[in-house]
C-alpha cells in the first residue's frame, strides 16, 4: 500500500508541475517517440551483441558460400525449390553490399527491432491495451528468448518475415 501511495503521489507531482524542465522531460519519456526510442535502446541492450558477431555457423555456411562464390543457379534452385524466390533476391542483394556477415546482422537486428515497433504499434492501434500495457508486450516479444540463433544468417528470412507480418497487423488494425 506504501509503494503504491508513493507512485501515485509522484504521479501527481509531476502532474501538477507546469514548469518548463518536467513539461520537457515527461514529453521527452512519454511522448509520440519516446515508446519507439526505448524499444530501439531495449533492442541494443538484448540484441545488440548481434551487430559485433562476425562469423558464420552451422548452416549459414550453405547460403552464405553461395552468395560468396556468386553460385546464384543454386541459390535460385534452392529458394525456388522452398516455393519462395524471393529468398533469392534477397540474398543477392544482400551480395551487392561487399560484406555480406555484417549486412546479415544488421538486417536480423533492423527486422527484430522493427518486429517490436509493429507489436506495440498493433497493441496500441487494437485499442484494447493503452501506452503502458501496449510497450509490456513490445518490451516482452523483443527480450523473449525464443530464438536463441538471431546469428544464424540463414534465419534471416524468418526474422524478416516475422517483421512483415507484424507490420500487416499493424496495417489491418490501420484499415478498421
Known amino acids: 500500500m506504501a509503494r503504491q501511495a508513493s507512485w ?12 518548463f524542465p518536467a513539461r520537457v522531460v515527461f514529453s521527452a519519456v512519454w511522448g509520440r517517440r519516446g515508446p519507439y526510442l526505448l524499444l530501439a535502446g ?5 540484441h545488440g551483441l548481434l551487430l559485433l ?11 552464405y558460400e553461395w552468395v560468396r562464390t556468386r553460385n546464384w543457379t543454386e541459390l535460385s534452385a534452392w529458394a525456388h525449390g522452398m516455393g519462395m524466390p524471393w529468398i533469392a533476391w534477397l540474398h543477392r542483394a544482400i551480395a551487392l ?11 536480423t537486428f533492423i527486422a527484430t527491432v522493427a518486429a517490436a515497433w509493429f507489436i506495440y504499434a498493433s497493441c496500441h492501434a487494437s485499442g484494447y ?7 509490456s508486450v ?24 516475422y517483421a512483415l507480418f507484424w507490420c500487416g497487423v499493424w496495417l489491418a488494425f ?3
Do not use: H
Open 53 to 63: 558477431c562476425d562469423g558464420v555457423y552451422w548452416d549459414g555456411w550453405l547460403t
Open 42 to 46: 531495449a533492442g541494443f541492450l538484448v
Open 138 to 161: 513490445a518490451l516482452l516479444a523483443l527480450a523473449y528468448p525464443s530464438v536463441q540463433v538471431r546469428c544464424q544468417t540463414i534465419l534471416i528470412i524468418y526474422f524478416i518475415c
Open 97 to 107: 553490399t561487399g560484406s555480406a556477415v555484417v549486412s546479415y546482422m544488421i538486417l
Open 8 to 19: 501515485r503521489m509522484i504521479s501527481n507531482t509531476l502532474s501538477s508541475l507546469s514548469g
Open 174 to 176: 490501420r484499415a478498421e
Open 129 to 135: 491495451l493503452n501506452k503502458g500495457d501496449s510497450l
